[in-house]
């Protein structure tokens, strides 16, 4: 039995921001907290096989901006080649 999985989908960069509420039409809201996190359904698929001990490989489009810099230190951070 093999432990290899390869995974075709999404790598995305969440973007999130907290606020004391949502705004209503027309209205600025100053945020308190801005967080960058690593998404896409793919991605997701591909860290819970990886934890899980499978060897991943991750099949994904990635442009060429400070974005796609972003994620590929995510992949190596988590170890992932």
């Given at each position: 039995m093999s432990n290899k999985v390869t995974v075709f989908g999404s790598f995305v960069v969440d973007l999130m921001a907290r606020t004391p509420h949502l705004p209503v039409p027309a209205?600025?809201?100053k945020g308190s907290l801005f967080r960058m996190g690593a998404g896409g359904k793919g991605f997701n698929q591909c860290v819970a096989a990886h934890k899980a001990?499978?060897?991943v490989t991750m099949?994904?489009?990635?442009?060429?901006?400070s974005f796609a810099d972003w994620?590929?230190?995510?992949?190596?951070?988590?170890?992932?080649?």
């Open positions: 209205e600025t809201v001990g499978a060897n099949v994904t489009k990635m442009g060429r901006d994620s590929l230190r995510t992949i190596q951070r988590e170890r992932m080649k």
